[in-house]
């Protein structure tokens, strides 16, 4: 059975940084995209960036040059760097991930931007 866990989010001044991660496990295939999504009170989900195996990212122009997305396959692990967060960035992120055996997701990590 396939897992995603986030961590990392928590409440942080706007200008603040966050780091979340995301773990994977039970994959029988390698994921071919992993990616990060967000749903703000009363919004739809958004994507925020995704990866490929190889390493080509995709960043969603909200948070361009602010946020990167990164992985690392040995530890089957994907994170974000956000950087200069803002209060419009305030939503609960989640990780998703796709492979043969289909999509899965996390069950989300809160951020909070405010000051």
């Known amino acids: 059975q396939v897992q995603l866990v986030e961590s990392g989010g928590g409440l942080v001044q706007p200008g603040g940084s966050l780091t979340l991660s995301c773990a994977a496990s039970g994959n029988i295939y390698p994921f071919n995209v992993m990616g990060w999504y967000r749903q703000a009170p009363r919004k739809q989900r958004e994507l925020v960036a995704l990866i490929t195996s190889g390493g080509i990212t995709n960043h969603a122009d909200p948070v361009k040059g602010r946020f990167t997305i990164s992985r690392d396959n040995t530890k089957n692990t994907v994170y974000l760097q956000m950087n200069s967060l803002k209060p419009e960035d305030t939503a609960v992120y989640y990780c998703?991930?796709?492979?043969?055996?289909?999509?899965?997701w996390g069950q989300g990590t809160q951020v909070t931007v405010s000051s």
């Open positions: 998703n991930a796709g492979n043969q055996g289909g999509t899965y």
